[in-house]
């Protein structure tokens, strides 16, 4: 079963505007990870937060982690065109050994 | 280096028939992954393999078969296709286990099975 859910499904937003999205997850984690979509693409990886972080930055990126509340948000400052793209949480519990992903926020930056 | 390379890229099946994905990666990676991924669902791991000459289930493992007789190659096997397999297959790799570390995509294997 997937562990994390991202929050909302869909985001629009103008071209220079923040996007903020968010991510549940049910159980205990030992690490975070944010990965990005393009259309009919692999997903590449963006950032690893450790469950002992509480904010995490690269690039335009900001990541922070509540692991009282169960939840991770990711933002995209200043978007851009190029940032149109699904992404997704993925969470690995004790073992390490596997991740399960969410269903994945779709985010549309218009000119 | 090419990173993870998936084949073939587009596969149309009819049920019952079966097919072989092929994953490969040039990083030496020990652990490799395969995924599929529907509309609505995100990814949903079928096997996932820990080092050469190993394997495991993941979550949704049933009808299909895997197997790493090399390190640099996972390969996912149907060996009868049913609709319901319909998706599309992404391989990934990862240096060390998946949680603490970036897992690597391919490009994905977009699958229908008639």
């Known amino acids: 079963s997937q562990q994390g859910e991202e929050d909302p499904q869909a985001l629009s937003i103008q071209e220079g505007e923040n996007a903020t999205m968010n991510c549940s997850y049910k159980?205990?984690?030992?690490?975070l990870q944010w990965y990005r979509q393009n259309s009919g693409r692999g997903l590449v990886h963006l950032i690893l937060?450790?469950?002992?972080?509480r904010e995490k930055h690269s690039g335009r990126l900001r990541v922070t982690l509540d692991t009282s509340k169960k939840s991770s948000s990711l933002l995209i400052t200043a978007s851009r065109a190029a940032d149109t793209a699904s992404y997704f949480c993925?969470?690995?519990?004790?073992?390490?050994?596997?991740?399960?992903f969410g269903a994945g926020t779709t985010v549309t930056v218009r000119a | 280096n090419a990173g993870v390379t998936q084949t073939p890229k587009f596969r149309v099946l009819k049920t019952g028939q079966s097919m072989t994905l092929l994953c490969a990666q040039d990083?030496?990676?020990?652990?490799m992954y395969w995924y599929r991924q529907d509309p609505g669902m995100g990814l949903r791991l079928i096997h996932y393999?820990?080092?050469?000459?190993?394997?495991a289930k993941g979550e949704v493992p049933d009808g299909y078969n895997v197997s790493r007789l090399k390190k640099q190659n996972f390969l996912l096997g149907l060996e009868s296709a049913a609709p319901s397999q319909t998706s599309v297959y992404f391989c990934a790799s990862s240096y060390g286990v998946a949680g603490r570390n970036e897992q690597f995509f391919g490009p994905g294997t977009r699958l229908t099975v008639l």
């Open positions: 937060i450790r469950s002992n972080e």
């Open positions: 990083m030496n990676h020990e652990y």
């Open positions: 993925a969470t690995s519990e004790s073992n390490d050994y596997k991740l399960s």
């Open positions: 159980t205990s984690i030992n690490n």
């Open positions: 393999s820990v080092g050469e000459g190993t394997t």
